[in-house]
């Protein structure tokens, strides 16, 4: 499949809304998405679409969040939303993996993910309990992993993570 991965433009936002309600079959992750393009922790070049042809087929949203006392800026990956007829066809991997470049380009330290502990490795996601790095809420150990994008990006980088408030309504 030849998907084309580039930051949303305000023409996406319903499909966009689109592909995370048929990814998820739920609404949830569309308003967390539109609750997060309205706040200060939006990111506007590191939301992308993935297009077949005109059609937007995926998306996935990074946006920042905080961790420790020292509230080390980083960057939570979510949600990431493929139509459930694209699926297992290597979009989701060419979103990640555009992603993360633009982010490690843009000189961001690390990547917190809260997803399939056996999806977010294949791009070098590792627990975070591992950097000593800790939900505010209880989570599977395996679940919540953190990615350095430069070296040294989580020396130092330890405690809970803060995600954007609008978070609040949807578990990451």
Same mark, same amino acid.
């Given at each position: 499949?030849?998907?084309?991965?580039?930051?949303?433009?305000? !023409?996406?936002?319903?499909?966009?809304? $689109?592909?995370?309600?048929?990814?998820?079959?739920?609404?949830?992750?569309? $308003?967390?998405?539109?609750? =997060?393009?309205?706040?200060?922790?939006? =990111?506007?070049?590191? $939301? #992308?679409?993935?297009?077949?042809?005109?059609?937007?087929?995926?998306?996935? #949203?990074? $946006?920042?969040?905080?961790?420790?006392?020292?509230?080390?800026?980083?960057?939570?990956?979510?949600?990431?939303?493929?139509?459930?007829?694209?699926?297992?066809?290597?979009?989701?991997?060419?979103?990640?993996?555009?992603?993360?470049?633009?982010?490690?380009?843009?000189? !961001?330290?690390?990547?917190?993910? =809260?997803?399939?502990? !056996?999806?977010?490795?294949?791009?070098?996601?590792?627990?975070?309990?591992?950097?000593?790095?800790?939900?505010?809420?209880?989570?599977?150990?395996?679940?919540?992993?953190? #990615?350095?994008?430069?070296?040294?990006? #989580?020396?130092?980088?330890?405690?809970?993570?803060?995600?954007?408030?609008?978070?609040?309504?949807?578990?990451?």
């Amino acid at each position: 499949m030849s998907v084309v991965v580039e930051p949303e433009t305000r !023409e996406d936002e319903a499909a966009i809304a $689109s592909v995370n309600q048929d990814a998820f079959q739920r609404d949830d992750e569309a $308003s967390l998405v539109a609750a =997060l393009r309205r706040g200060p922790s939006f =990111l506007p070049g590191l $939301s #992308l679409v993935a297009r077949e042809g005109r059609a937007v087929v995926g998306h996935i #949203l990074f $946006s920042r969040l905080h961790v420790g006392a020292r509230r080390a800026p980083g960057l939570a990956l979510a949600p990431m939303a493929v139509r459930r007829t694209h699926q297992r066809r290597g979009v989701g991997q060419a979103l990640a993996r555009a992603g993360l470049r633009l982010a490690a380009d843009g000189g !961001e330290a690390f990547v917190i993910v =809260l997803g399939h502990p !056996e999806y977010y490795p294949r791009f070098g996601f590792a627990r975070a309990s591992r950097f000593g790095i800790r939900a505010p809420f209880e989570v599977a150990d395996e679940a919540l992993m953190a #990615l350095e994008l430069r070296p040294g990006g #989580l020396m130092g980088v330890s405690g809970a993570i803060e995600w954007a408030p609008e978070f609040g309504q949807v578990s990451p």
